[in-house]
């Protein structure tokens, strides 16, 4: 069986009609909504940080992190039940060397803490914010809860980029 039989045998492959690489479609949808998370993530630091929005910032921080859920637990899903994702990644030139599986362990050490990490950030600010959401003595403790979460969310992606670089797009 060729590769692209491979890839169009795959019941769960019949819709990936979104990018044009060898990824499923819910690796496509979770590798676009990590652009988009890392995009209104910094949109709504720089509310915040620029323009004094606090409470627009906390509903945004809530929503991205209930959308982040939401979207891994249905990849999760996907992935366990549905989704072969190392057949769609063995015709890869770096499956067989190892390169795709040292790219997903690097990846799932940022991708693992973070929306625990994220979480925690929410739980803790709400407890000392509330709904409010105006600064007070805890302020400072967010700020360096807020940038660790940030930091770990772009590296989360950046890693999830490259393993899906290396797995479903190089030749």
Known sequence: MSTDDAVISCPCNLLAAILPTRGSLMLDVIFLATFAIVVVMAISIYLVRFRRKYKLHARIQVALCVV?????????????????????????????????????????????????????????????????????????????????????????????????YMAFVAK
Not at 83 to 105: E, I, K
């Open 68 to 164: 982040l859920l939401v979207a891994i637990t249905a990849f999760e899903i996907d992935l366990r039940f549905f989704t072969d994702w190392r057949s769609l990644a063995r015709p890869s030139p770096f499956y067989d060397t190892g390169w795709v599986d040292r790219c997903l362990l690097v990846h799932l050490c940022f991708a693992v803490p973070t929306p625990l990490l994220w979480l925690a950030t929410i739980i803790l600010a709400l407890r000392w914010f509330g709904w409010n959401a105006v600064p007070n003595r805890q302020s400072a403790n967010h700020r360096i809860l807020g940038r660790v979460s940030a930091i770990a969310m772009v590296m989360t992606t950046v890693t999830g980029w490259a393993f899906y």
